[in-house]
């Protein structure tokens, strides 16, 4: 069963810094891993998507980067601000299997 | 992209009633899938909605909790049946659209938040 977990559960950080977020997953046999932000009581935007076959993505101010042989993903958010407050979320689904397998989620404050 | 219309966006309801919820897409896609996010939690999916047949439940979640209908490619509706407060939650609707291939994205509808008193 693929295990997917994300470090740290919560971050609070100054407007202006970087973010750094981490998910990683037991099983290295994925297709995509995705990204996405959830605010409070809402549903899930997507961020970035990474195919298994890229090791990484980027837009805007996100870049998301994929080590699928060590069954990590690490997503920078450069020059944070307030507005970027909520909960990242990453999964992955694995080859020939369309079911999103969930991390637990980083929420992340930034302070103005 | 696909754009998700998910409603009611938020409910109270008295436990042994039944909502239906439902989940408007405005495109075609291949796959629609229905999860549940308790308090805290993260996601964790109850079934594939089949376009003109049954779903597809994953394991803990039963037709007869949680029947579903999926009458054509955009659209489809989550029923959750004799609610008691352990329903308390919020449901997802998502969607991939096969149609390249694996490599695509899922899309999330804005969820429904479902209190049971």
């Known amino acids: 069963k693929q295990e997917v977990t994300q470090i740290p559960a919560a971050l609070s950080v100054p407007e202006g810094e970087n973010l750094v977020l981490n998910c990683s997953f037991t099983d290295s046999a994925i297709y995509n891993l995705q990204w996405f932000r959830q605010d409070p009581g809402k549903g899930l935007t997507s961020l970035l998507l990474?195919?298994?076959?890229?090791r990484e993505q980027t837009s805007g101010r996100l870049n998301a980067s994929l080590d699928k042989s060590s069954g990590r993903s690490t997503l920078y958010i450069a020059a944070s601000q307030p507005g970027d407050s909520a909960t990242y979320l990453c999964?992955?689904?694995?080859?020939?299997?369309?079911?999103?397998?969930f991390g637990a989620g980083t929420t992340v404050t930034v302070r103005a | 992209s696909a754009v998700i219309s998910q409603k009611p966006s938020r409910d109270i309801c008295q436990r042994g009633t039944s909502l239906t919820i439902q989940c408007q897409v405005d495109?075609?896609?291949?796959?629609m899938f229905w999860y549940r996010q308790q308090p805290g939690q993260s996601l964790t999916l109850i079934a594939t909605a089949n376009q003109g047949s049954e779903a597809t439940y994953e394991s803990g979640f039963v037709i007869d909790k949680f029947p579903i209908s999926r009458p054509n490619l955009t659209f489809s509706t989550l029923t959750v049946s004799n609610m008691s407060p352990e329903d308390s939650s919020i449901y997802l609707c998502?969607?991939?659209?096969w149609g390249q291939g694996m490599n695509t994205e899922a899309f999330f509808g804005q969820g429904t938040r479902l209190t049971v008193v």
């Open positions: 998502s969607v991939e659209d």
């Open positions: 990474i195919q298994s076959s890229q």
């Open positions: 495109s075609q896609v291949t796959m």
């Open positions: 999964a992955v689904n694995k080859s020939n299997d369309y079911k999103l397998s």
